[in-house]
């Protein structure tokens, strides 16, 4: 009975938390993940990741950029994933001295061809080839919409396309979700699920201990050979953005020969669902400058209703003049 016992109480203790990805069927990949201690770089689970520009490595976190003006910085595991199946959980920190409306620019999360090249897209390079899932925390469009800042919005690109920072991304975005992540006194969490071609995105931010739907979009086609990364940027605004762990986990998830044996590392990155379509970007044409052939249509029925105008008033002249004769006999 005392063995039984022991057993029982170390399955108990090794038993994974609620909602810990190990229930799910999935295998924690420690090449890909970053956790704590850090040790510093080039040792421990550092040793498989590099950093650049203003990045530090701390006890308790490893800060992209700090809260001053003009970082970047960014941290990029060196393994690439070869996973078919696959789902990365990040604990993150934003966090600054700045007011509201007056701290930026925010953190992206990536999994990418190309990796420790720096840049204008949220510290990272512009014209990048895979996923980026961007924690915007500035509003940079000029105009009002639907969105409530912090806001966080997929892309993914093929290396064609270019993150529009005036329009904070919307004519990119595959899709995204509000979330109330800077300056708050819990821990935070955002995971990533790519599996069969669907894109999951899910965060944990309000302090409950549970995870909030954020995108699901179908249709996301990504190669395998790519490396996992963070970065952040700053510009006249600041943050403190910080990484405290990134975990990447195997699905356990059956597939055909055909899948098998298919090589997916050739596979062009894309998303089916179409950026032109989506609700968020409709008010933009009201911004756009009108054609030639939209000033005259604009002018030909103007005239038009000038015209109408005129001769409804005319006819009820008449009118009005007739009734006043009838009067006088």
């Known amino acids: ?25 999935e295998h924690y990949k420690r090449e890909h993940s970053l956790v704590k201690p850090y040790q510093g770089a080039g040792s ?44 990365l959980h990040v604990q993150f920190k934003v966090h600054g001295h700045g007011k509201k409306n007056l701290h930026g620019d925010g953190l992206a999360l990536w999994y990418t ?3 420790m090249q720096l840049g204008s897209v949220f510290g990272n390079k512009e014209n990048f080839r895979g996923l980026g899932i961007f924690l915007d925390t500035y509003y940079n469009e000029g105009k009002k919409h639907e969105r409530v800042f912090p806001y966080i919005s997929v892309m993914v690109n ?20 509000a979330a109330a992540l800077r300056n708050v006194n819990h821990d935070t969490f955002l995971s990533v699920r790519y599996s069969a071609q669907r894109l999951t995105i899910k ?12 995108v699901d979009v179908p249709g996301v086609r990504l190669p395998t050979g790519y490396y996992f990364g963070a970065s952040s940027a700053t510009g006249d605004l600041s943050d403190n953005h910080d990484i405290v762990s990134m975990k990447v986990y195997e699905l356990s998830v059956e597939h055909t020969l055909e899948e098998m044996q ?12 179409p950026h032109h379509a989506r609700l968020s970007d409709e008010p933009s044409y009201r911004n756009e400058p009108l054609s030639g052939i939209k000033v005259f249509l604009l002018v030909f029925f103007g005239l038009i209703g000038i015209v109408i105008c005129a001769v409804v008033a005319v006819i009820v002249l008449q009118k009005r003049q007739e009734q006043s004769r009838k009067r006088f006999y």
């Open 158 to 177: 093929n290396g064609s396309l270019r993150y529009e920072h005036e329009k904070d991304g919307s004519s990119t975005e595959v899709a995204g979700c």
């Open 44 to 87: 421990g689970s550092m040793a498989l990741w590099d950093m650049a520009g203003s990045t530090m490595v701390t006890s308790q976190y490893v800060r992209l950029t700090p809260d001053q003006q003009s970082k970047q910085g960014a941290l990029w595991n060196r393994v690439p994933c070869y996973l078919l199946d696959w789902e």
């Open 262 to 273: 298919f090589d997916w590392s050739s596979v062009e990155p894309s998303a089916e669902f």
């Open 203 to 214: 965060v944990d931010v309000d302090d409950k201990g549970e995870w909030r739907d954020c």
């Open 1 to 25: 009975m005392g063995p039984s016992l022991m057993q029982l109480l170390l399955l108990l203790l090794l038993r994974p938390c609620a909602g810990d990805p190990g229930e799910l069927g």
């Open 113 to 115: 061809m190309d990796r």
